[in-house]
């Protein structure tokens, strides 16, 4: 691909999880952005990474920390004109608000018809673990990449 | 930098939504209050602490013993008491949401007491409330008040909670009384904790992680026979039919798990006590109830001074 003038390019992803990054920003390739993935490739820092480039489109806070979930050494590069214009490495935020839902189905977060929001404190960063405020339910990372890009 | 309140004012308006909340301090502090309202029941001489409060009792689900110990703890203390309970609860709310009900007993009450069958509903409501809320049960979660009025009953019969073996039997996944208990002797200083419990009943990750973090040496376990000549404390819970997928692995376990009084003598230590949240159902027998192992009703009776005791810290009360 040639280089993007205007958009996005999400670097160190572990190696394999592109799609999954993809995914959780909600494209598919039917918006017809243009879009390029690169898998498996050589990386100093990581052995192995991906990385996807994706033209015209900006990130949202939330949508740089659910990448920050199942890619936690990912780096954001804003490209402006062709060049790298502002570089950030994706951040867990010590509170993960509204991005995931509690699987205990008795949680009071999946309580029909009330206004709450499920809210989960990191227990761990490395291995990701998170913890429901509300019952204590403990989330893995395994269980964590399998609700954000599941089945 | 320190900055430690003392534990009148840091009791001043809590919410108590689980054990965790609360400091070794803070706890040591309650029993302190509760034994001086244990006193002065006994007296007969409980001063109004409590005139012109409001308590709301809000039971979503039922219960007996919990209610009406927190219904006394208000009433001996000059509060009163307004609320429902179970099957009352669902014509009070008529369809209503939880955030909803909460805030029109907050604008009625000034306090708040809670049972509820989703986890974390006490939290919640917490959050909705500007007045305290106190956590009498949320699901399979967190009962901090009853693992109040067990820390306080096991000082009173050992003169201290630490340095003693426990032992906590029968479902620790989805028992409430026992997560809460187990979670409190985290904050002190056990010589060690056995968990008794069939595989599929074992304690929660989180609450083992609790343990793990604080550095108390535990083991769970499936045999009772095995661990019982070592503990000073049995806190026995029921199991429930209903957790069980094949009846007759139900059958197996609760015969495993029943404490009798030939079991006791056979095994146990002659300062070992039984303790229960109750009510129980067949697993401890009743030819316990007259030994001197028995602890639950003098347990079952401590329920009103702790929760006095609690009510008046929150309100600031006492001193
Ligand atoms: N205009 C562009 N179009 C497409 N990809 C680009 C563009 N500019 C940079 N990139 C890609 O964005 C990533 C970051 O670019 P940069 O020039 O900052 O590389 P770097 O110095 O290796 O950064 P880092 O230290 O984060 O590894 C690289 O993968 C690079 O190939
Ligand atoms: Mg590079
Ligand atoms: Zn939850």
């Known amino acids: 691909m040639r280089k993007i003038r205007e958009g996005t390019v999400i670097d160190h992803i572990p190696a394999g999880r592109a799609l999954a990054v993809l995914k959780i920003l909600g494209i598919s390739g039917e918006e017809g952005l243009r879009v390029a993935v690169v898998m498996n490739v050589e990386s100093r820092k990581l052995g192995k990474k991906d990385i996807v480039k994706i033209e015209n489109r900006h990130l949202r806070p939330e949508e740089v920390n659910k990448i920050a979930l199942i890619a936690p050494t990912a780096t954001i590069n804003i490209v402006k004109d062709y060049d790298v214009v502002e570089k950030k490495r994706v951040e867990l935020p010590s509170v993960i608000e509204n991005i995931l839902r509690c699987p205990n189905p008795t949680c009071i977060t999946r309580k029909p018809r009330e206004p709450i929001k499920p809210r989960f404190r990191v227990l761990s960063k490395n291995p990701l673990r998170l913890q429901c405020v509300y019952c204590g339910t403990i989330l893995t990372a395994e269980d964590i990449v399998e609700q954000l890009i599941g089945g | 930098m320190s900055e430690t309140k003392p534990d009148s004012i840091s009791w001043l308006s809590r919410d108590v939504v689980s054990i965790l909340d609360f400091s070794r301090s803070e706890l040591e502090y309650l029993f302190d209050a509760a034994t001086w309202m244990k006193r002065r029941l006994r007296e007969g001489s409980v001063p109004r602490l409590l005139g012109g409060k409001v308590i709301a009792l809000a039971f979503f689900e039922p219960s007996t013993r919990t209610r009406l110990s927190f219904e006394t703890a208000a009433k001996r203390l000059g509060a009163e008491t307004i609320g429902f309970t179970g099957e009352e609860a669902i014509s009070v709310a008529k369809g209503e949401n939880l955030a909803d009900t909460i805030r029109m007993?907050?604008?009625?009450?000034?306090?708040?007491?809670?049972?509820?069958?989703?986890?974390?509903?006490?939290?919640?409501?917490?959050?909705?409330?500007?007045?305290?809320?106190?956590?009498?049960?949320?699901?399979?979660?967190?009962?901090?008040?009853?693992?109040?009025?067990?820390?306080?009953?096991?000082?009173?019969?050992?003169?201290?909670?630490?340095?003693?073996?426990?032992?906590?039997?029968?479902?620790?996944?989805?028992?409430?009384?026992?997560?809460?208990?187990?979670?409190?002797?985290?904050?002190?200083?056990?010589?060690?904790?056995?968990?008794?419990?069939?595989?599929?009943?074992?304690?929660?990750?989180?609450?083992?992680?609790?343990?793990?973090?604080?550095?108390?040496?535990?083991?769970?376990?499936?045999?009772?026979?095995?661990?019982?000549?070592?503990?000073?404390?049995?806190?026995?819970?029921?199991?429930?039919?209903?957790?069980?997928?094949?009846?007759?692995?139900?059958?197996?376990?609760?015969?495993?798990?029943?404490?009798?009084?030939?079991?006791?003598?056979?095994?146990?230590?002659?300062?070992?006590?039984?303790?229960?949240?109750?009510?129980?159902?067949?697993?401890?027998?009743?030819?316990v109830d007259d030994t001197r192992y028995a602890a639950y009703f003098l347990q079952a009776r401590n329920g009103v001074p702790v929760r006095m005791a609690l009510l008046a810290l929150i309100f600031g009360a006492w001193r």
């Open chain 2, 105 to 287: 007993l907050d604008g009625y009450a000034d306090a708040i007491v809670i049972r509820h069958r989703y986890e974390g509903a006490a939290l919640y409501a917490a959050e909705v409330a500007e007045h305290p809320v106190i956590n009498a049960g949320d699901g399979k979660q967190h009962h901090p008040t009853q693992a109040m009025l067990d820390l306080f009953t096991v000082k009173e019969l050992f003169g201290a909670i630490d340095g003693l073996v426990y032992g906590v039997l029968g479902d620790l996944r989805y028992g409430r009384a026992a997560s809460s208990f187990i979670l409190a002797l985290t904050l002190f200083k056990p010589r060690r904790v056995y968990l008794v419990s069939p595989p599929l009943l074992r304690a929660r990750d989180e609450v083992l992680e609790k343990l793990r973090e604080a550095g108390i040496s535990y083991e769970e376990t499936e045999s009772l026979e095995e661990v019982l000549g070592e503990l000073d404390v049995l806190y026995v819970t029921r199991i429930q039919r209903e957790r069980f997928p094949d009846p007759s692995e139900y059958e197996k376990v609760k015969g495993s798990y029943r404490v009798t009084r030939r079991l006791l003598e056979e095994r146990a230590k002659p300062e070992l006590k039984v303790m229960h949240p109750l009510p129980r159902v067949d697993e401890i027998s009743f030819d």
